[in-house]
């Protein structure tokens, strides 16, 4: 199968990685990849910037830039992840703004009660912490311009199954219609498949609402770590999306999508 863009790559430039950048690279123009995003962790929470700290992006730039010229074959994106970004737009922006990324994720990781839903939970989130998860999501795409929402459901990583989202579906229904009016792509997240639940991330039902709303923006990423995690379940999230009626991925070319392709 054909090889076209991760849009979600961790390296040690993020707080939970070691892994380097030329490793993903070379792995990648291997396999034949098209585009790569390194998305590294930028956490504007003081909670969350204590235990991951503030990559220096000038370095950050610096080496996509030095593996671009070393790898003409595939283009290399710098990006950011953002968590919690409208919480802290003020402080994020001023340290962004001197190097604007490619690629702007906003996710969630800290929530407003102080636990982290993207790490294994000791307890499984009530029917009102989840619509707090969804809420927080919701107030993210309405307060900042990002281009990807990333790992929506990303609380479910470690569970066997998905909770019952009925109870949120008024969150859901807002959420997607948020993503189409502000021009947002949802990102397919694959870790899921490495994990417990062994799904896509958000749940494919969340999937098929935004596509039945005329959602268009998919944008695809491995959430990798280690590069033994890049690529490791690419063809099967791929065969899902397709199962989805999915036939194309959006990439960002400068300041508008273009399509590829699956």
């Known amino acids: 199968m054909k090889r076209q863009i991760d849009y979600h790559i961790h390296t040690d430039f993020s707080g939970d990685s070691s892994e380097k950048m030329a490793n993903y690279v070379q792995k990648a123009v291997e396999l034949g990849y098209e585009e790569l995003a390194f998305t590294e962790h930028f956490e504007s929470d003081p909670q969350e910037i204590a235990d991951y700290g503030i990559p220096p992006l000038r370095l950050l730039v610096r080496d996509i830039n030095k593996l671009q010229l070393e790898y003409p074959a595939i283009k290399l994106k710098y990006g950011l992840e953002i968590g ?10 001023s340290i962004i703004s001197k190097y604007p990324p490619d690629v702007k994720i906003g996710s969630i ?19 009102k912490e989840m619509k707090l998860y969804y809420e927080e999501n919701i107030y993210l795409l309405e307060s900042v311009k990002i281009d990807i929402l990333g790992h929506l459901g990303i609380y479910a990583r470690f569970l066997k199954n998905w909770p019952d989202l009925s109870g949120s579906k008024a969150h859901l229904e807002k959420l997607t219609d948020l993503l189409i009016k502000t021009d947002t792509a949802l990102e397919i997240n694959t870790s899921g498949l490495r994990n417990t639940i062994e799904s896509l991330i ?3 039902q969340v999937i098929l609402m935004y596509l039945k709303k005329g959602g268009k923006l998919l944008t695809l990423g491995s959430d990798s ?3 033994n995690d890049f690529d490791k379940v690419y063809n099967r999230a791929i ?3 397709k199962d989805c009626s999915v036939s194309e991925i959006a990439v960002k070319e400068k300041n508008n999508w273009a399509f590829r392709k699956i």
């Open 109 to 127: 990781h800290a929530m407003p009660g102080g636990y982290n839903v993207s790490v294994p939970l000791k307890f499984k989130l009530t029917d």
């Open 84 to 93: 919690e970004y409208h919480r802290n737009q003020v402080f994020a922006d």
């Open 202 to 204: 958000p749940d494919p």
């Open 239 to 241: 065969n899902i999306l």
């Open 225 to 227: 770590h280690t590069v």
